[in-house]
């Protein structure tokens, strides 16, 4: 068995870097992107009212002796072009949030602060600094400057940003065309009647749900029987079609109807590497295919049946290795341990985790990785070593969110 370093370099040398499309703002959610995103003009574009309140110009208004009652000479709104005070000695401007500051201004009062009677204003306590409750122009960034960076993964923030540098569609890293096979005789659909000897097929919704996390939404699924001839069928017709990436659960391991790699094998799949010395997930398959049709080779991953195990290293390679060749800026993670970990095998651990306070993770205790409960509890997973037996509670260990939450 080959170590999760070792696996993890192997695939590394199959991947290839994706192209790129544009696509809707709206749909951006969650990828890659593939410019550097430069602002087309200063942010904030003006000198801008951050509170409702009256504009003054600050210096005139500490010099003069009635400096406490002022007249209101207009009112300023969000939208409007900058009006101009007239009177900076005794005049004021009303002024609304997000309005122009108006010309021959330079702070705002707060109406809490003030008294108004008609049209004159008694400034109640006055503004210890110039420029107060004003957000100057350019503050937050200045015009031509690198707001976010190639590879950047955009995040709901990210998309409030792109929209203000007037960014209705989005140069992206494209996304992969995945074939998800799900194999077992005793998978049912869920909406059908399940026997006592049946379950119901759950790795579609699993795993499907932790692509759809990482914006991976062009996928497809099919349950299949373990039937030899029939998984055969329809593993060819997906290696020679429009797939970038061929995923299958179950039938990797050493069952008398675990068929995969040796179908895979008959189709020219090339094994790279069979078993990972890790728990859960030691079954995992990874080989590459290709033939004169393809520019590209097709990654295929055989990932163990049981629920944990296929998600484990659903997460750990396959997403992994697509973020890396996307290029995406994503480094690794680590987050402090509620809980201590042992593990006295020689192989590398990967224990579920729950989000805790303080950017921190409760150790969740399973039964095995065909328990559903413990993983419906998840939020990701931690990994230990295999040269470290155990990590008492507070310490940090590489930590694979199922989604892309950034710590």
């Given at each position: 068995?080959?170590?999760?370093?070792?696996?993890?370099?192997?695939?590394?040398?199959?991947?290839y870097?994706?192209?790129?499309?544009?696509?809707?703002?709206?749909?951006?959610?969650?990828?890659?992107?593939?410019?550097?995103?430069?602002?087309?003009?200063d942010g904030?574009?003006?000198?801008r009212?951050?509170?409702?309140?009256?504009?003054?110009?600050?210096?005139?208004?500490?010099?003069?002796?009635?400096?406490?009652?002022?007249?209101?000479?207009?009112?300023?709104?969000?939208?409007?072009?900058?009006?101009?005070?007239?009177?900076?000695?005794?005049?004021?401007?009303?002024?609304?949030t997000?309005?122009?500051?108006?010309?021959?201004?330079?702070?705002?009062?707060?109406?809490?602060?003030?008294?108004?009677?008609?049209?004159?204003?008694?400034?109640n306590?006055?503004?210890?600094?110039?420029?107060?409750?004003?957000?100057?122009?350019?503050?937050d960034?200045?015009?031509?400057e690198?707001?976010?960076?190639?590879?950047?993964?955009?995040?709901s923030a990210?998309?409030?940003?792109?929209?203000?540098?007037?960014?209705?569609?989005?140069?992206?890293k494209?996304?992969?065309?995945?074939?998800?096979f799900?194999?077992?005789?005793?998978?049912?659909?869920?909406?059908?009647?399940?026997?006592?000897?049946?379950?119901?097929?759950?790795h579609?919704?699993?795993l499907?749900?932790?692509l759809?996390?990482?914006?991976?939404?062009?996928?497809?699924?099919?349950?299949?029987?373990?039937?030899?001839?029939?998984?055969?069928s329809y593993?060819?017709?997906?290696?020679?079609?429009?797939f970038?990436?061929l995923?299958?659960?179950?039938?990797?391991?050493?069952?008398?109807?675990?068929?995969?790699?040796?179908?895979?094998?008959?189709?020219?799949?090339?094994?790279?590497?069979?078993?990972?010395a890790?728990r859960?997930?030691?079954p995992?398959?990874?080989?590459?295919?290709s033939?004169?049709?393809?520019?590209?080779?097709?990654?295929?991953?055989?990932?163990?049946?049981?629920?944990?195990?296929?998600?484990?290293?659903?997460?750990?390679y396959?997403?992994?290795?697509?973020?890396?060749?996307?290029?995406?800026?994503?480094?690794?993670?680590?987050?402090?341990?509620?809980?201590?970990?042992?593990?006295?095998r020689p192989?590398?651990?990967?224990?579920?985790?729950?989000?805790?306070?303080?950017?921190?993770?409760?150790?969740?205790?399973s039964?095995?990785?065909?328990?559903?409960?413990?993983?419906?509890k998840?939020?990701?997973?931690?990994?230990?070593?295999a040269?470290?037996?155990?990590?008492?509670?507070?310490?940090?260990?590489?930590?694979?969110?199922?989604?892309?939450?950034?710590?």
């Open positions: 068995m080959i170590t999760p370093e070792e696996a993890e370099s192997i695939i590394k040398l199959s991947e870097v994706y192209s790129h499309e544009q696509i809707s703002l709206d749909a951006s959610l969650g990828r890659v992107i593939a410019e550097d995103i430069i602002s087309d003009r904030p574009p003006f000198d009212v951050a509170m409702d309140g009256i504009a003054v110009d600050f210096d005139v208004l500490y010099d003069k002796s009635e400096k406490n009652v002022l007249d209101i000479e207009d009112i300023q709104y969000a939208g409007e072009r900058a009006k101009t005070l007239k009177n900076n000695i005794g005049g004021a401007i009303e002024v609304m997000g309005a122009c500051m108006p010309i021959g201004t330079n702070t705002v009062i707060p109406y809490e602060d003030l008294s108004i009677v008609s049209k004159q204003v008694t400034i306590t006055l503004p210890l600094s110039k420029g107060k409750n004003v957000h100057r122009q350019g503050t960034f200045k015009n031509d690198v707001l976010l960076k190639k590879g950047t993964i955009i995040s990210n998309i409030g940003l792109l929209a203000s540098v007037g960014k209705s569609t989005v140069d992206v494209s996304s992969p065309k995945i074939c998800l799900i194999t077992g005789s005793e998978l049912v659909n869920v909406n059908e009647t399940v026997q006592s000897h049946q379950i119901r097929a759950s579609q919704y699993t499907g749900s932790i759809r996390a990482h914006a991976l939404n062009n996928f497809e699924y099919k349950i299949i029987q373990d039937d030899e001839n029939l998984l055969r593993i060819e017709e997906a290696l020679l079609g429009e970038d990436i995923l299958l659960t179950g039938a990797v391991s050493k069952g008398k109807k675990d068929f995969v790699p040796s179908i895979l094998e008959s189709l020219g799949v090339e094994e790279r590497f069979h078993k990972i890790q859960p997930g030691k995992l398959y990874f080989g590459v295919f033939n004169k049709k393809n520019v590209k080779n097709k990654m295929v991953f055989g990932l163990p049946g049981n629920p944990t195990s296929a998600a484990v290293c659903l997460r750990c396959v997403i992994e290795s697509i973020l890396r060749a996307q290029e995406a800026l994503y480094p690794k993670q680590s987050i402090r341990i509620e809980g201590n970990l042992y593990f006295k192989l590398t651990l990967f224990n579920l985790v729950s989000y805790s306070e303080n950017n921190s993770a409760k150790i969740i205790h039964s095995g990785s065909g328990d559903v409960i413990s993983l419906s998840s939020d990701g997973f931690v990994e230990l070593p040269n470290i037996n155990e990590s008492p509670s507070g310490t940090y260990l590489r930590f694979y969110s199922w989604g892309n939450k950034k710590l």
